[in-house]
């Protein structure tokens, strides 16, 4: 995965677990129910052949498509996920999910400006709809291709605009510390990552990058605290 | 920003237009087709590829090339039927690594079976140096299997002494690099190992969990092995070398090599170590003095990206970018990686890779040989990245994911980079499956050329035609008291008070090694005020009022004499 998106990819199961339709009482739609509560359980095969067959049911029924291009990423089928995706947003232009998730495929492949556009067309759409889990996350997204771009300013905001609508956010106070470590900002920096390690101890780019911060701060106790730690998790988590 | 330190004094140089790089490979007569088995590959084994070494084999004052070269097919039933999008020969024993002697009008003649140099097997890398301080350049090539320590004879020949030197091993080595770690006046061998592969065990495509990428059946990874030893070889002095890789301190943990650089980081006047690991923490290992080495390229920022990313590590160049006297870092990484920038910051680095202007643009490509290297001639230190994917076997479904890629160029503008890939001529518009990468004036003509090596297929020469519109120079030198190639060596050159410093390194970039005589871009300074030179024995030197558009010969304690001007 691109370093862009690579954070993203921890919404896939918030995006997905989140229930896009009301229920109905069709056939596809008890479909595409059973199919999320396989998934759910970690049958993602199963699942997808339950998305598949609800499709072939009823192939404009966008949240099928949505859910199959879930099972798609779950599988490492990229290109099959972005197809689904861009169905699913095709038939339902409301669909924020679908624009959000389109635009991680996007992403993935090094199409940031197509991908910019996916998330603000999701950021759109949420935004009659502001306690959705979803709305942070296009801004969040937006913030990672303007830091890789060099526009600073413009992530930042994007970033402040993630943690409006949720405030704990690890990894976005994550991105912010990188941010104003490129600036120079070395304080806000420390006070970001900190922030970040408050909500997800062990958050391992986190530790990473604080002990960089300390190197330059010419804090070499606290760089080595942090490189232990890192090292710690690292190990944990297989690394 | 701590990037733009140094750039007061840049130059105002003239800046190339036009044509910069032309594709020579047959006219030269160097288009030797490459072999690395399947281009849909099967084994990590395919993926790596080979590279390549400009230096002077017959010692007459022009750079030779030496290609290495891998096989056709993996011999072993598990790894058939082959898919080639050329028929490969029926003679098998036409696939071999190539020794080619420049005949100094722009071409070069195959020498390899005259030489004695035309192995055939799974070749990797190679470098050069003088190991026996006799006056001739020697050669050292790793191999999927044991490697090879060819030394010259002095007429053209060379003896192959692996074995009988102890230095042959037997895993899978890529990355070489030759310098003095102990300052005894001869240069040591550090050798790369990479993964331990049984091709009889190894996962094929499609097989569990590493034989699918992307939902395609495919070659395992690095991550699906355990790494090897690498080995730091201590040159006794007497044609013998001992094994010291345990009491240097090295391989505290097994890595993944396909990178190895020797370089001065700290500038204490000794050769500290990077390794670039493949999916793994690279190291740096500080030497300590004593003949002993400290890992601590974690703490230093510079076994990972930005985040702790883990990178695939392929190749490493050492260089200083922005004009400060530190040497900085620049490591070639797997598609969606970026190539990582790191910038000496004086006790530790700091990966400044998207704020340089090199991350985003190497976020696509799948990069491998990396260059610092001024090809416009304008006084610094300019980025060529050798890019190209592992296997052919995704782009049909990830198009982004092209087997055949671009190499790019990269222009310093004061500390900054510019990507100017697509004005710098026919031969950056190539789009083929790079590897190794390897940098010299081949021509004489006063700028840099740069010789890939391509996987599957034949190399690229890019003859540099714009970068001699600016003034140059270029030292040459040799050792008494330290090793006779000088590696090891730190020359700065002051001109319009405007100063560049340049390390003499034997071994870098991606299983390359570049010509052994620095290069310095001059802009438009036509004399040098100062060059001094700092000996790998610690002995110093200051030369006054050079000619530029000249190559120079310092020797260790005896002078400086000029040689030819550069014709332009």
Known sequence: MTAVVRPCAMSLMAAFLLGSCQPDASEVAAAVDAGVVLAEEGKFSEAKEVFLRAISLDSTYAEAHLRLGYMHEVADALAAAKREYAIAARLDSSMAAAHYNYGLMLAKEGDHQNAADAFNRAIDILAVDPDSALAPLPHYCLGLIHAARGEYDDALQAYNRALEFSSDLPYVHNELGKVYKQRDQLEESEAAYKRALELKADLLGAHYDLMTVYMRMRRPDLAAKHKRLFEQFRDQQGG | ?????????????????????????????????????????????????????????????????????????????????????????????????????????????????????????????????????????????????????????????????????????????????????????????????????????????????????????????????????????????????????????????????LGALFWDYDGDGDQDLYVANDAMANFLYTNGGGGTFTEEGLLLGVAYSEGGVVGGSMGVAAGDYDGDDLPDLLVTNYEGQTATLYHNEAGYFADLSFPAGIGLRTLNPLQWGALFLDYDNDGDKDVFLANGHITAGLERDYPQSRYGQRNQLFRNDGGHFIEVTDDAGEGLQIAKSSRGAASGDYDGDGDVDVFVVNRNDTPSLLRNEAGNRNHRLEIRVEGTRSNRDGIGAKIRVVCDNVSQTRELRAGSSYLSSHSPWLSFGLGPCDKVEEVTIRWASGGVETFRGLAADRTWKIVEGKGITAGPETRP
Not at chain 2, 34 to 51: A, F, H, P, Q, V
Not at chain 2, 75 to 94: A, N
Not at chain 2, 241 to 248: I, L, Y
Request: glycine fraction near 12%.
């Open chain 2, 1 to 257: 920003m701590v990037v733009m330190a140094g750039c007061a004094g840049a130059q105002t140089a003239a800046v190339a237009s036009g044509p910069t790089f032309v594709e020579m490979s047959h006219q030269a007569g160097v288009d030797v087709r490459s072999w690395s088995g399947d281009e849909d590959t099967k084994s990590i084994l395919e993926t790596t590829g080979s590279g390549a070494a400009f230096y002077d084999a017959d010692g007459d004052g022009d750079l030779d090339l030496y290609v290495v070269n891998g096989k056709v097919a993996i011999e072993h039933d598990r790894y058939r039927p082959l898919s080639h999008d050329v028929s490969p020969p029926e003679d098998l024993s036409t696939v071999h690594n190539t020794l080619l002697e420049n005949t100094g009008d722009g071409r070069f003649e195959d020498i390899s079976f005259a030489s004695g140099t035309a192995h055939s097997g799974w070749g990797q890398g190679c470098v050069s140096a003088d190991y026996d301080n006799d006056g001739d350049a020697d050669l050292f090539v790793t191999n999927f299997g044991p490697n090879l320590l060819y030394r010259a004879n002095g007429d053209g020949t060379y003896a192959e002494v692996a074995a009988e030197a102890d230095v042959h091993g037997d895993e899978y080595s890529t990355a070489a690099a030759f310098a003095d770690y102990d300052n005894d006046g001869d240069v040591d061998l550090f050798v790369g190992n990479y993964v331990d592969l049984d091709m009889s065990t190894a996962v094929l495509p499609g097989e569990g969990k590493w034989g699918i990428t992307r939902g395609i059946p495919s070659s395992p990874p690095p991550e699906a092995f355990d790494g090897q030893p690498d080995m730091l070889y201590r040159n006794q002095g007497d044609g013998t070398w001992v094994e010291a890789s345990a009491s240097a301190g090295l391989n505290v943990r097994r890595g993944k090599a």
